[in-house]
């Protein structure tokens, strides 16, 4: 799930700690500086304040409010409050409902929720307004895939989102998982799994060469292609980098290529 974090320069490390005397646009800047240090019960109250002072009859406000609203659903979201995140979200939708950035950070918090239709229903409506959004496209082609088990639609949202920036890790990387590992054999293809997890791997050495997760579905793939000797290969660089939660999962995986066994995910629960 994405968290829409805004990125502000500040000259300096230091967060000011006091909100009085602050315009409402100080008050939502503050809230940012202070959630990218990831002090986000300040970032509330900081947001919280600019509404306080924001005058909502004044047209010049009128943006300062909704991003005070949004800003300040994205961090509840981040803290798990998502009944208060939508909440928010639904305030600044009312002032700009044609934001899909929104509509998007408002998916997540029906995803994290539970509620999957509501949360491709608002990537939908995202992407409605912004066809170029690629995150929108995986967020909501994890929808299909992990909790609708719609295995087509989602290889369409992840192909999209490739399509749309070809340096996606993440695209590459749930095409190649789904492609190796799909409950429905129809969608299983094994080169297309190696294709795509080794793209996701080579774009994404720069900065996690060793990513556990990536590591496990190169070998996911190599199996699916039949080729169990670098399944075993790569899947025991991924133990190697895994955290313990990750080891039990990964070291059954591990017994299956040495069996000359594919793994394959379990069929969704509809």
């Known amino acids: 799930m994405r968290c829409f974090l805004i990125v502000v320069f500040v000259c300096c490390l230091a967060v000011p700690a006091r909100l009085s005397a602050q315009t409402a646009a100080e008050c939502v800047v503050h809230g940012d500086t202070l959630r990218n240090h990831y002090e986000f019960d300040k970032a509330i109250a900081a947001y919280t304040q600019a509404l ?22 994205d961090t509840w979201n981040i803290e798990g409050e998502h009944d208060k995140a939508i909440a928010d979200f639904n305030r600044a939708l009312a002032i700009h409902p044609k934001d899909a950035l929104t509509y998007s950070i408002r998916g997540g918090a029906w995803a994290s929720k539970g509620e999957h239709d509501k949360a491709i229903a608002d990537y939908s409506k995202s992407l409605e307004i912004d066809m170029s959004d690629g995150e929108s496209y995986i967020e909501r ?19 999209k989102a490739a399509e749309i920036n070809p340096g996606n890790v993440l695209a590459y990387y ?3 998982e789904i492609y190796a590992t799909c409950p ?18 080579e774009l994404d050495v720069g900065d996690e060469a060793g990513d556990c997760g990536m590591l496990d579905a ?27 939660s990750y080891l039990p999962d990964y070291r059954s995986r591990l017994e299956l290529y040495k069996q000359g066994k594919p793994f394959h995910r379990q069929p969704v629960k509809k």
């Open 174 to 176: 749930r095409l190649g």
């Open 141 to 159: 082609g994890d929808e299909w895939y992990y909790a609708k088990g719609e295995f087509g639609k989602a290889i369409a949202d992840y192909a």
């Open 184 to 201: 429905d054999a129809k969608y299983r293809d094994g080169k297309k799994a190696v294709e795509n997890a080794t793209k996701a791997y």
């Open 218 to 244: 190169i070998a996911a793939a190599y199996a699916e292609s039949g080729d169990f000797a670098k399944a075993r290969e790569f899947q025991e660089k991924a133990i190697d980098s895994a955290s313990d």
């Open 52 to 73: 306080a002072v924001a005058n909502p009859n004044d047209p010049k406000e009128k943006e300062t409010i909704f991003l005070a609203y949004r800003d300040r659903g």
